[in-house]
């Protein structure tokens, strides 16, 4: 069974640019979860979607948005890039949403290193 | 500021000994996990124990939750070099989910 797969591995970007991260769950995951790992910042939890929805998002400006498309896989878009944002993104999936966020195990991604200079 | 805060942030410990980190929280929660992170990678999930739980084992692992102190740790017993790494705690409340400020484990042969 295929883990979480997420792409590009490594994206460089400038100051003002935009960024598009995916993110293809394993099969039979419904919930996708992003994640950003800064240094010095922790891991901060960004968006958790479930069959297409928005559930949760954390501390994070509009600017920060993404999607969940019918197969379940995600997209996470980051516009107007600031240099703060150079950052590990972390995806996580798993099945089902009973219980709430953090109801169950969550197997992450590999993650995409954004760099922005 | 992140809900959960572990210590130690850096734990340095010979081959065989064990290992004990910590992670406090500040609200209500439905269940708390903890994963280990290699090298900026992915995370791998180690163990979760639900709120009305007070210990778990798993291999080499034990870890204990006590909700009256909003705390939990994970022993990590007889580590190996392969054992280092950061560790997190994750916990979860309704739709909320924050990460602890994690562990540095380095195990010496």
Not at chain 1, 28 to 44: F, R
Not at chain 1, 56 to 72: A, E
Not at chain 2, 12 to 38: D, F, H, V
Request: aromatic share 8%; with cysteine; proline share 3%.
């Amino acid at each position: 069974e295929a883990g979480v797969t997420q792409s590009p591995t490594h994206l460089i970007k400038t100051r003002g640019q935009q960024a598009t991260l995916r993110c293809s769950p394993i099969s039979g995951h419904t919930s996708v979860y992003w994640y950003q790992q800064a240094l010095g910042l922790g891991l901060q939890f960004l968006l958790w979607y479930d069959e297409g929805e928005e559930r949760n998002r954390g501390n994070f400006p509009p600017r920060f948005s993404g999607r969940q498309f019918p197969n379940y896989s995600s997209e996470l878009n980051v516009n107007a890039l600031e240099l703060e944002d150079s950052a590990l993104y972390l995806c996580a999936s798993r099945s089902g949403t009973s219980g709430g966020a953090g109801a169950d195990t969550q197997y992450f991604g590999p993650g995409t290193r954004l760099t922005v200079l | 500021s992140q809900q959960g805060e572990e210590d130690p942030q850096a734990l340095s410990i010979q081959e065989g000994e064990n290992a004990t980190m910590n992670c406090s929280y500040k609200t209500s929660i439905n269940n708390l996990q903890w994963y280990r992170q290699n090298s900026g990678r992915g995370l791998v999930h180690l163990i979760l124990i639900r709120s009305n739980e007070r210990e778990k084992h798993s291999g080499r692992l034990r870890v204990t939750l006590d909700t009256s102190k909003k705390s939990s740790s994970l022993l990590i017993t007889a580590s190996r070099a392969a054992d280092t790494a950061s560790y997190f705690c994750l916990t979860g409340g309704g739709n909320k989910l924050t990460f602890g400020t994690g562990t540095q484990l380095k195990v010496e042969l």
